[in-house]
């Protein structure tokens, strides 16, 4: 971490210890929580960011938000337009608008060319897909917010970039929105919020129910594949949970003469998986 922040303050031209006390406002601003403070391993991944991006931080190229309890850095427009404009390799951007018949915009279509390739990487963004109309900023300036959406999303398929996410994105995730960003970016879950409704349950229908409604929230967003074994292992351990506490219920049921020598419903069905659990088992 001391490299990385060393590196960032070269480039910045100030101090490590003034490096390292941004970084640390950022992240503490990002936590939003009275009393908060930035943990090391926090600071390393901003400062790492930073230092492979040679963004700066003092300028605002870059920020950190968290959303379900992960730490996330934010690339601000300028720190996109920096880090393009310093690919050896990049040669000149293009942008398209598409009107519709009453002369409105309803695409931009940006190209990057790349010195060697015969061919530039085109990303088109659409207006029906990108406008947040709560946002006081896309009202006020939507042809400028979708030529900066077709900008990120070219450069970012142009030169790799997936630690980050642009600022638009970071407020469509706060607001619980359906993202638009590649598979990368918006595998983002509350799994606190996840693990409260498990432990909720108190019963094996309980928690089959939830875990099936997971993880259909998980398909409809696109993300299952990529979180599906975090749940498994989530709904694992909830149903041993439930298991475990089955037997302390039993000591109380009343066993007359006829049940006592015929096994119990419970026990005859012990070995079966539940509903719940074959959904998710079945992802695998």
């Avoid at 959406?149 to 929105?177: H, L």
């Avoid at 638009?180 to 019963?203: F, I, W």
Wanted: glycine share 6%; aromatic share 6%.
């Amino acid at each position: 971490m001391s490299n990385a922040l060393a590196t960032i303050a070269q480039s910045s031209g100030v101090s490590v210890e003034d490096v390292t006390d941004v970084l640390k406002g950022m992240i503490i601003s990002a936590k939003n929580q009275h009393g908060s403070t930035a943990s090391n391993a926090e600071l390393a991944i901003v400062s790492g960011v930073c230092a492979k991006y040679d963004l700066n931080p003092m300028v605002k190229e870059c920020a950190a938000f968290i959303s379900g309890g992960k730490l996330q850095v934010v690339l601000m427009i300028d720190g996109w337009y920096r880090i393009v404009n310093r690919q050896p390799d990049f040669d000149g951007v293009e942008f398209d608008d598409h009107l519709d018949a009453n002369g409105n915009l309803t695409a931009i279509t940006c190209r990057m060319y790349i010195k060697g390739r015969s061919r530039p990487v085109v990303v088109t963004e659409y207006m029906a897909e990108c406008r947040q109309d709560r946002s006081d900023v896309w009202k006020k300036y939507p042809a400028r917010m979708l030529r900066h959406k077709a900008y990120i999303q070219c450069a970012r398929m142009t030169f790799g970039i997936s630690e980050m996410v642009d600022s638009d994105e970071a407020e469509r995730i706060k607001s619980g929105e359906r993202d638009v960003t590649p598979q990368q970016s918006r595998g983002v879950v509350d799994y606190q919020a996840l693990e409260a409704e498990m432990s909720a349950c108190d019963t094996q229908d309980k928690l089959r129910a939830c875990c099936t409604a997971i993880r259909e929230d998980m398909e409809k967003r696109g993300i299952w594949n990529a979180e599906k074994a975090i749940v498994i292992e989530m709904n694992g351990r909830h149903k041993a949970r439930i298991e475990a506490a089955a037997p302390i219920e039993a000591e109380f049921e009343e066993v007359n003469e006829e049940s006592a020598n015929e096994p119990t419903k419970q026990a005859t069905n012990a070995g079966e998986p539940i509903d719940g659990e074959a959904a998710v088992v079945e992802f695998e």
